[in-house]
């Protein structure tokens, strides 16, 4: 008897029925996790080294190519100037040369003369994500050349000066030392 004085009826059956139910129910679940959703289909070594687009700080990653910023101009005019500005001084999209202030100071400006700590951080974003109507639409020629262009216009290095994954990897940032150094796994 419990406290209401009504009889409980204990069901041991019931339980193991409950138990069964649950099992066959989790069994075809289990089943289709294992399988999974059967969306899109396994990427082939190709397709894998196809997106392994990555650049590191000390060049590793920049692929064959070249550019100068004269040649940069005439892509960025036709490809960046519309979001960015001429000049790069900025459009709906951010400034991207210009800026005078620090980082430290009471108004920075974060363009890529003042902001970024490597050039070659710069070719890699334009390669993945510019323009942003087709990423992956320049060649690594333009690329080059756009970067040399928006190094040049920030006064980084000369108009004449070629990039390529040797001296885009050697340009000293002026911001290089302004990020803390963590101890990550490369």
């Known amino acids: 008897m419990n406290q209401s004085n009504h009889p409980v009826i204990r069901f041991p059956k019931l339980r193991s029925l ?3 139910l649950i099992l066959s129910i989790a069994h075809p679940m289990a089943t289709v996790a294992d399988e999974g959703p059967k969306l899109g289909k396994p990427a082939n070594p ?4 196809a997106w392994n687009l990555t650049v590191y700080p000390d060049g590793k990653g920049l692929p064959i190519g070249h550019g100068s910023a004269i040649e940069g101009k005439q892509v960025y005019d036709s490809q960046c100037a519309s979001c960015h500005g001429s000049n790069g001084l900025g459009g709906s999209s951010e400034e991207l040369a210009g800026g005078k202030h620090k980082l430290t100071d009471p108004n920075p400006d974060k363009t890529i003369g003042t902001y970024w700590p490597y050039a070659t951080t710069l070719f890699d974003f334009v390669r993945r994500s510019m323009p942003p109507n087709s990423p992956g639409s320049l060649s690594h020629d333009q690329i080059y050349a756009v970067c040399a262009y928006l190094l040049h216009l920030n006064g980084i290095i000369p108009e004449t000066a070629e990039m390529n994954a040797t001296t885009l990897a050697q340009v000293k940032m002026p ?9 990550a796994p490369q």
């Open 18 to 20: 409950r138990l069964l």
């Open 46 to 49: 190709q397709e894998i080294a």
């Open 175 to 183: 911001n290089r030392e302004g990020f803390l150094r963590i101890d």
